[in-house]
């Protein structure tokens, strides 16, 4: 009964590295979602999803860039890490039905120094 | 655009207390839904309920009861005898309708709510 699943769930970089989040979800869902949330904002969508071979950006796009190969993966990438990419990240998803509710990974707590 | 507030943003009770949390949203959809989640301190985002623009019952679920006015934008979050498993952030979230749009979530802020003994 796994879900939304993301790996890893904490990861500490140094500014300039990059790296790839992984979000995976064996529920069959269409959506796909990347959030980020910093402490008083509540979460911001940096990315999403409507199906296979399709992103979008969200209201904070810049510095990430995503990918959907496959219908049950949803990768988040930072090319260059900076400090205020510090922040939890949730990745989200939901049927291509439009009442239905999002579901959440544990969320990746990143921190770059 | 569309926005959600919840302006409360720490609300400590006692056990067994009574307690509301806030929402306003704007949105310019004539059409939309609404959604609380929970966050516990381990971190998980759980959602709470869904609510649909055109239905304004207001809801109950044991200790929990939503009150949905379209005429004030409002969808505000009761706990009846609040325990200290409650104690959570709870956030507010609307989503757009239209289904080519991604249905994508605006978040509230957030309301840390602390139930002590």
């Known amino acids: 009964n796994a879900g939304v699943t993301q790996t890893p769930k904490f990861r500490v970089l140094k500014t300039g590295q990059s790296m790839t989040l992984l979000c995976a979800q064996d529920?069959?869902?269409?959506?796909m979602y990347w959030y980020r949330q910093d402490p008083g904002m509540g979460l911001r969508l940096i990315h999403y999803s409507v199906g296979e071979g399709t992103t979008a950006k969200g209201e904070v796009p810049d510095g990430y860039n995503v990918s959907r190969l496959k219908k049950q993966n949803f990768l988040l990438g930072l090319e260059s890490a900076a400090p205020s990419q510090t922040s939890v990240y949730f990745c989200?998803?939901?049927?291509?039905?439009?009442?239905?509710?999002?579901?959440f990974g544990d969320g990746t707590r990143l921190s770059i120094l | 655009a569309q926005k959600v507030t919840q302006a409360q943003t720490e609300i400590s009770v006692v056990e067994k207390e009574d307690v509301t949390l806030d929402c306003v949203y704007e949105?310019?959809?004539?059409?939309?839904?609404l959604f609380w989640y929970k966050q516990p301190p381990s971190g998980e985002l759980v959602f709470l309920i869904r609510?649909?623009?055109?239905?304004?019952q207001n809801e109950i679920s044991g200790r929990y009861s939503w009150n949905f006015q379209k005429s004030t934008s409002s969808f505000n979050f009761t706990i009846t005898a609040s325990q200290v498993v409650d104690s959570a952030v709870y956030f507010c979230?609307?989503?757009?309708?239209?289904?080519?749009?991604?249905?994508?979530?605006?978040f509230g802020t957030g309301t840390q709510l602390k139930v002590e003994l």
């Open positions: 529920m069959n869902h269409e959506y």
């Open positions: 979230a609307l989503s757009e309708a239209f289904t080519g749009g991604g249905n994508k979530l605006t």
């Open positions: 989200a998803s939901k049927p291509g039905v439009r009442n239905q509710p999002q579901h």
């Open positions: 609510r649909n623009s055109f239905d304004e």
């Open positions: 949105t310019r959809d004539t059409t939309y839904y």
